[in-house]
Nanobody, 124 residues
């Protein structure tokens, strides 16, 4: 089992930067692909970014070039640097852990463990 806790959310202006962090405990962190997903009011949860066990990175088209995901296996943390944020980035952001094969890394169904989420609000 993995316990995940996100931090770093808040309210920012469009064009600002924000970094989300997720700390894991309870199992061997390096064995998991780690992902960030988000859910805006009235919308389904969507993939944002992920970093594999082998440190390959994957991004949704909507955030590519603006967001950067990274992991520190020694500290059992995964971060999401968000730059040039837009009002459409407003959502609850969730950290999640996945032990399945790499081809599932964008699919929330294959993530067995989730954090409680952190709110990001971007005003124009």
């Amino acid at each position: 089992q993995v316990q995940l806790v996100e931090s770093g959310g808040g309210s920012v202006q469009a064009g600002d930067s924000l970094t989300l962090s997720c700390t894991a405990s309870g199992s061997t962190f390096r064995n998991y692909h780690m992902g960030w997903f988000r859910q805006a009011p009235g919308k389904e949860r969507e993939f944002v970014a992920a970093i594999s066990r082998s440190i390959s990175t994957h991004y949704a088209d909507s955030v590519k070039g603006r967001f950067t995901i990274a992991r520190d296996n020694g500290k059992a943390t995964v971060t999401l640097e968000m730059h040039t944020v837009k009002p459409e980035d407003t959502a609850v952001y969730y950290c999640a852990a996945n032990r399945a094969v790499l081809s599932t890394i964008r699919d929330s169904v294959h993530y067995a463990y989730w954090g409680p989420g952190t709110q990001v609000t971007v005003s124009s």
